[in-house]
């Protein structure tokens, strides 16, 4: 994957939730490779073109929250995946921990948006088949977190 597909511009049907999360997957795999503080990261996202259009409310709550929750997040994506965290894709672990902070930390988006969301931003900007494993393993989580809201009995 090229940084330049990770920087592509959001289409102009989306929803500016979905600009949101476009923008914070975007600044969660800068974090990811650089580390940046998440303010610097901000500060250079929302200067994007689009981002006017995003929803900014919601695009610091999954960044900022995705970032300063990582250890837990990525404790509960680690009995899901199948190799070790630091092997996905740059991609594919920033989309599965939007997921998972949005799964835990956001329980009035219904789960299925949640993973249909993370699913159509590892498509547009990851590999051919990681939506797939991104689809698998929340809902391998959503089955834990929202198990009420699934109508599980555990």
């Known amino acids: ?3 330049k597909s990770v920087h592509a511009n959001p289409s102009k049907s989306r929803t500016p939730r979905h600009r949101a999360r476009e923008f914070a997957l975007q600044g969660i795999y800068e974090w990811l490779l650089s580390n940046e503080a998440a303010g610097a990261i901000e500060a250079h996202i929302r200067e994007a073109h689009g981002f006017d259009k995003a929803d900014a409310e919601h695009f610091d709550s999954v960044l900022y929250g995705t970032i300063k929750r ?3 997040l990525r404790a509960d994506l680690a009995p899901l995946i199948d190799r070790p965290i630091d092997q996905l894709s740059p991609v594919e ?5 939007i997921g998972a902070y949005e799964l835990k930390n956001h329980l009035e988006i219904p789960y299925k948006v ?3 969301e993370a699913v ?3 498509k547009s900007f990851g590999g051919i088949d990681g939506h797939k494993y991104v689809n698998g393993v929340l809902d391998k989580l ?3 977190v929202r198990n009420a809201e699934l109508g599980s009995a555990d």
Do not use: R, S
Not at 93 to 97: C, G, R, S
């Open 1 to 3: 994957m090229t940084q």
């Open 70 to 72: 990582v250890a837990e």
């Open 93 to 97: 672990h920033a989309a599965l921990l």
């Open 114 to 116: 949640v993973i249909n």
């Open 120 to 122: 159509e931003l590892t």
């Open 142 to 144: 959503a089955a834990k």
